[in-house]
Antibody, heavy 116, light 107 residues
Framework: EVQLVESGGGLVQPGGSLRLSCAAS????????MNWVRQAPGKGLEWVAN????????YYVDSVKGRFTISADKAKNSLYLQMNNLRAEDTAVYYC?????????WGKGTTVTVSS | DIQMTQSPSTLSASVGDRVTITCRAS??????LAWYQQKPGKAPKLLIF???SLESGVPSRFSGSGSGTEFTLTISSLQPDDFATYYC?????????FGQGTKLEIK
């Protein structure tokens, strides 16, 4: 079964860091573009970042550039999002999603709360 | 960056109604557009890709059309399971973006 499972969310103080993970099963993650999408409480979907197959290209929404880094580990078949200098406005459910002409496989999400 | 604007933001309809949701892009995206359905507490689900292609397993009452900057999602006959929030998303550029969402409510 094709599946994505996120982990690593939690409560962090402003200015802190978190590393989100997304474990893929049923397919080889490094053969697809992969994405992180977030959803703040009661708000719509916001695309955050993506990474090309094999990791040669990465793109970010302006609001996270310089603070977040997307990466992938071929051996672990996993996607990551390193989040530094977190702000209150980064509070959201973070989803990883596979990219195959549209985001066709999504995880259930992991919740990040930035608060003092 | 490409901005996506959906209308309406909220839509009230009844079971059996035909409904249409519109999505406009701030510049041409050809047909690089997808539609998603999201229910509370759940991850989004892909319905339509390449503007008009139905994702496998999605009921045929869902259809998409459009190209360039104007797109529509149509549900031909609303079913109880269809009451949810719908989002469009462009993937013409590597910097993806979503519309703000359309909440489909029971009238």
């Amino acid at each position: 079964e094709v599946q994505l499972v996120e982990s690593g969310g939690g409560l962090v103080q402003p200015g802190g860091s978190l590393r989100l993970s997304c474990a893929a099963s049923g397919f080889t993650l490094s053969t697809y573009w992969m994405n992180w999408v977030r959803q703040a409480p009661g708000k719509g979907l916001e695309w955050v970042a993506n990474i090309k197959e094999e990791g040669s290209e990465k793109y970010y929404v302006d609001s996270v550039k310089g603070r977040f880094t997307i990466s992938a580990d071929k051996a672990k078949n996993s996607l990551y999002l390193q989040m530094n200098n977190l702000r209150a406005e980064d509070t959201a459910v973070y989803y990883c999603a596979r990219d195959y002409s549209g985001l066709d496989v999504w995880g259930k999400g992991t919740t990040v709360t930035v608060s003092s | 960056d490409i901005q996506m604007t959906q209308s309406p933001s909220t839509l009230s309809a009844s079971v059996g109604d035909r409904v249409t949701i519109t999505c406009r892009a701030s510049q041409s995206i050809n047909t690089w557009l997808a539609w998603y359905q999201q229910k509370p507490g759940k991850a989004p689900k892909l319905l339509i890709f390449r503007a008009s292609s139905l994702e496998s397993g999605v009921p045929s009452r869902f259809s998409g059309s459009g190209s360039g900057t104007e797109f529509t999602l149509t549900i031909s006959s609303l079913q109880p399971d269809d009451f949810a929030t719908y989002y469009c998303q462009q993937y013409n550029s590597y910097l993806y973006s979503f519309g703000q969402g359309t909440k489909l409510e029971i009238k």
